[in-house]
């Protein structure tokens, strides 16, 4: 490596990509099945500006943020850690790390990429407060099941605007590695509640692939039948949530690893979740730009988001900024933002009111199993209740009078799709759930 790194600003000290040159003179060579142009004359770059936080408004903020395997145990090549290799290491990944969550502000982080311990995420957590000179953020208190993969998701939040209600919620599936997470979280100026889950799917990588999980030369690569099946999964993890907190707001962010187009995202999409960001991109490989990182809202939730957008603080960087120490000859290493992880954060805003009296009772009439379903669905109810089933044209399926207690169906007659599942009383819708057959 050319000692200094050619080509860097040197005022920000990056090459940021959208940096741009006018004419560049020199010679063009191949080889390793690349041009490469060597410039014999000096080369003066446009610099791409870095950009600010992005204003989103709301209520809260909620920020989604893979933090590139963040882990308290020094990788010695041999323990299975995969962060930092020496103690120095560690300090400047953690300073970095702080430098991007203290600029975002959130009320709430979801955090991707943590190692499996509790001294991970204590660092983090304390390393914040510290910054800001004060207890301002705690960690929401987990479930007793952390998986045994070697990193997990986790919430950490800003004790004066948000309270966590109920108890940690998660999926024991062994498709998930690490598994989802989910709690209620309750806004305390307003009173309002919605529900976040953080996921982390299966990588692209074709280590051990076999079946359906081979690469299908479709531009989905490895596993993406795992993490198709992760998606379905996740819709019964969403009813079982509903049924736990009595709320059908949902907000679920993460590191999916499925660009927008592809098909586990459509699962979420069919399912009637929005995909709150579009257009846009979290992460570069090989040159090449795409969203990995999303966030969806159930249709409850969705006309009570401000906005939301990515902060491109790292996808765009070179990784020479990191905290990596090896074969440094220019060490470009500052304790800022840009470079502190491979993905940039997503950061959403929410305005959230107060529910109506009486609006978490209701929402717990109907149960539905199994979602999603092939042959047969069974119906759970609270009280008597009139259900009907329609799609999403609105065109109605079927109409089932007087259910209580438990009903079996029979849906060999229903094709395959996103099924909408009405319940009333006394002619008053009280909830609408979203199944699919498949």
């Known amino acids: 490596m050319a ?47 870095r950009p600010l936080v992005p204003a989103v408004g709301g209520d809260i903020k909620v920020a989604s943020f893979n933090i590139l395997n963040f882990f308290s145990t020094i990788d010695n090549g041999s323990n299975g850690a995969r962060g930092a290799d020496s103690p120095s290491e560690y300090i400047r990944q953690r300073d970095k790390l702080i430098a991007a969550l203290d600029s975002l502000d959130a009320d709430i982080y979801a955090l991707i990429e943590v190692e499996n311990n509790s001294a991970a995420p204590d660092s983090i957590l304390n390393a914040l407060n510290t910054a800001l000179g004060a207890q301002i953020y705690a960690l929401a208190s987990e479930s007793t099941f952390t998986g045994t993969y070697a990193i997990k998701n986790v919430f950490i939040y800003k004790l004066a605007s948000i309270t966590p209600l109920d108890s940690m919620m998660t999926s024991t599936d062994v498709l998930f590695y690490p598994p989802p997470i989910a709690r209620q979280f309750q806004i305390n100026a307003t009173g309002g509640r919605f529900n976040l889950i953080a996921n982390h799917y299966r990588y692209k990588g074709c280590d051990d692939a076999i079946g359906a999980d081979l690469d299908q030369l479709d531009g989905q690569s490895c596993y993406n039948a795992t993490r198709r099946e992760q998606s379905l999964k996740m819709l019964e993890f969403f009813d079982e949530i509903e049924m ?21 995202m459509d ?5 009637g979740y929005n995909m709150l960001i579009e257009d846009s991109y979290s992460y570069a490989y090989m040159s090449e730009f795409g969203s990995l ?10 006309p009570m988001v401000s906005n939301a957008k990515v902060w491109n603080i790292n996808a765009d960087e070179p990784p020479a900024l990191d905290y990596n120490q090896e074969n440094i000859v220019d060490d470009l290493f500052e304790t800022n933002p840009y470079r502190s992880s491979d993905h940039d954060p997503l950061l959403i805003g929410l305005t959230i009111e107060s529910e109506t009296t009486g609006i978490t009772e209701m929402k717990q009439v109907l149960m539905i199993s199994p979602n999603p379903f092939s042959e047969v669905l069974l119906f759970k109810t609270s009280q008597i209740v009139d259900l009907q089933l329609t799609d999403l044209s609105g065109r109605i399926l079927k109409t089932i009078p007087a259910v209580t207690g438990t009903y079996e169906l029979n849906t060999s007659d229903l ?24």
Request: proline share 7%.
């Open 3 to 49: 000692n200094p790194v050619p080509y860097i600003d040197p005022i920000t000290r990056t090459l940021r990509n959208g940096s741009t040159v006018q004419q560049i003179t020199g010679a063009l060579s191949y080889g390793f099945s690349k041009y490469r142009l060597m410039p014999t004359e000096p080369v003066v770059f446009n610099y791409a500006p």
């Open 244 to 264: 736990l907190t009595g709320n059908d707001k949902h907000l679920i962010v993460g590191d999916f690893n499925s660009y927008s187009e592809e098909d586990p």
């Open 267 to 271: 699962v979420f999409l069919g399912a």
């Open 293 to 302: 990182d999303h966030a969806f809202t159930s249709t409850s939730l969705t």
């Open 415 to 438: 094709s395959e799709g996103v099924i909408l599942v009405s319940a009333y009383v006394n002619g008053k819708k009280l909830t609408t759930k979203r199944i699919i057959k498949h």
